[in-house]
């Protein structure tokens, strides 16, 4: 492969909280539409996704304290959960999704995430299979 060729990205999935609040105090107005998950969703999905990236909504993340909360998945890599998102932050999120998504084992250096990534990250999860070295304990 020469260095003008373009690697091709993994698939990877984002997912959104679609029943995710504010932290704020509860709003009478609040309903499925207006809640800050499904506008994150619906700002993620406006255009086209990445290609090889699949955005999809899901329930609770358990994540409720934290606003809007992403994870990235996908394959052998390891997973990022993500919180105190904002919906105005779709932009911030699929550039880490992007970032994520080039990475082979979904692990992005820290000074090359979003900012609000580096500053919100909820969980790392190890991908299925791990390899079998084990770090000194």
């Not at 020469?2 to 373009?6: A, C, G, L, Q, Y």
């Not at 904002?86 to 932050?89: M, N």
């Given at each position: 492969m ?5 690697v ?11 029943t ?13 539409e207006?809640?800050p998950?499904?506008?994150l969703y ?5 255009g086209?996704p990445?290609?090889?990236l699949?955005?999809?909504a899901?329930?609770?993340l358990?994540n409720c304290?934290?606003?809007c909360?992403?994870?990235l998945?996908g394959?052998d890599?390891?997973s ?5 998102i904002?919906?105005?932050?779709a932009e ?8 994520y ?5 979904g692990?992005?250096p ?5 900012e609000?990534?580096r500053?919100?990250c909820?969980?790392r ?13």
């Open positions: 020469t260095k003008t060729e373009e091709p990205l993994a698939d990877a999935e984002l997912l959104v909280c679609v995710c609040k504010s932290s704020a105090p509860a709003d009478p107005t609040d309903n499925d207006t809640r998950g499904v506008r619906a700002a993620l999905t406006a086209t990445p290609k090889g699949r955005i999809r899901v329930e609770c358990s304290t934290r606003g909360t992403v994870a998945r394959g890599r390891w990022y959960v993500y919180g105190n904002d919906p105005s932050q911030t999120v699929l550039d880490g999704a992007a970032r998504q080039a990475a082979a084992d692990l992005v820290w000074r090359e995430r979003p609000h990534f500053k919100n909820i969980a999860i190890p991908p299925l299979t791990l390899p079998e070295e084990v770090p000194n304990v």
